[in-house]
């Protein structure tokens, strides 16, 4: 939904190589090819109903800004493990400033649930790992963001997109040019809107005539994510999902968010939650494994999928529900991560989908994103090689193809 989380969800491992990029940016892109850029787009957000005088206040002091399509250009070359992010997104001190938050907006947070079926404590961790509650919002201009991001190319159709909602939400005076401002991706306010989410999604919940995301009050924004999961199918009384123990001999091959079962059909194949008792049925639930056979296990709901919707990231997912439990008084998990295990590298998920399909285990693509198609060709190399097949790509797991050379 808004393209970035955290601060740059699972990014930062590894300082960004700026000295390798930003050079050949200098050359292909400058500010004088943005300005012709944006003369030779006026006339298509003319047409998209932006009014001229609008188009040229609001455009006439765009700049080009290299370290955006930089840091758009190299989102996908380092990652964190779940557990290193968790570390951040869910530390004591997320939680315990997430109490001090829901306590000091919670008559507006539960009318917002009463209103939207959406739990105000969810709500609650979308804020805090979106703005850590309303303390970072973001200060960069989100029409230069936008615009350079556009005139880069590489996805001009999205981008010329957010720049006509945030002309579009100019226009409707939600709020000024001064005050739209962002993340270097765009996201805006609290929780962290893209423009053409805002436009769709938000809601002037204080009844001032502006839907006003950015400002010190934060109710629109919280409203407006409620209003966004409703739309995107929130069920109403169902978790996100819970963590659960794996039984001796399960069958991991049903780890898998294609496979769906009733709690009380996992129960019978002897998944529990922690403390030893059934699931209740909350719907059908598959079994999620973020690190494999040896970390944490979930049994994940349709909700699972719903906060999927604002960042589709299994680590962020897991990060929002997880928060808004530990809001709510839940303790920690109980499983443990292989900490023995670190991220694998742009270059090292590349090799493994190379080994994978060098070795008869087709990844369908070789673009180092450890997506559906890999897993299964893990899982299927897995049980080749009499290992339990629960998909998970490591370190270990690398050694081991190249190993098996």
């Known amino acids: ?219 629109d924004a919280l409203a407006s994510a409620a209003a966004y999961l409703k739309a995107n199918g929130w069920v109403a009384g169902q978790p996100w999902g819970v963590e659960v123990v794996m039984p001796e001999g399960f069958n991991y091959l049903l780890a898998d968010r294609s496979m769906t079962k009733s709690p009380s059909e996992w129960a019978v194949l002897g998944v529990m939650d922690t403390n030893g008792a059934p699931v209740p049925d909350h719907g059908a639930a598959a079994i999620l494994l973020p690190a494999g056979a040896e970390g944490p296990a979930f049994m994940v709901f349709d909700n699972f999928e719903v906060i999927e919707s604002y960042n589709t990231a299994d680590a962020y997912v897991v990060a929002v529900g997880h928060l808004a439990d530990r809001i709510n008084g839940a303790a920690p998990f109980k499983g443990t991560w292989p900490v023995q295990d670190r991220a694998l590298s742009f270059d090292e998920r590349i090799e493994l989908q190379t080994e994978l399909t060098a070795q008869g285990f087709d990844t369908q693509k070789i673009d180092a994103k450890i997506g559906p198609l890999t897993v299964n060709a893990v899982r299927a190399w897995q049980l080749a090689q009499g290992e339990v097949p629960d998909g998970y790509a490591s370190p270990r797991l690398l050694e081991r193809l190249r190993s098996a050379r």
Do not use: C
């Open 1 to 219: 939904m808004r393209g970035v989380s955290l601060l740059v969800l699972l990014l930062a491992a590894v300082p960004l190589r700026a000295q390798t990029i930003l050079p050949e940016i200098s050359v292909q892109l400058s500010d004088v090819g943005l300005q012709e850029w944006i003369a030779a787009f006026r006339p298509k957000a003319l047409e998209a109903g932006i009014a001229p005088d609008v188009f040229d206040n609001a455009m006439a002091d765009v700049t080009f800004v290299p370290k955006v399509v930089e840091r758009d250009r190299n989102q996908s070359e380092f990652t964190k493990t779940i557990w290193d992010y968790l570390e951040t997104a869910v530390s004591d001190q997320r939680v315990n400033n997430g109490k001090v938050a829901f306590k000091a907006q919670q008559k507006a947070l539960e009318a917002i649930e009463q209103k939207y079926g959406v739990p105000a404590v969810i709500v609650t961790a979308i804020w805090g790992l979106e703005s850590a509650y309303g303390t970072f919002r973001g200060s960069d201009p989100v029409l230069s963001s936008m615009a350079s991001l556009a005139y880069d190319a590489r996805r001009a159709a999205f981008f010329e997109g957010q720049v006509i909602a945030a002309l579009s939400i100019l226009q409707s005076g939600d709020t000024d040019l001064r005050n739209l401002n962002g993340s270097w991706a765009g996201a805006m306010g609290h929780t962290q809107f893209m423009p053409d989410s805002f436009i769709t999604h938000a809601v002037d919940w204080t009844g001032d005539g502006k839907r006003d995301i950015w400002g010190d009050d934060p109710q």
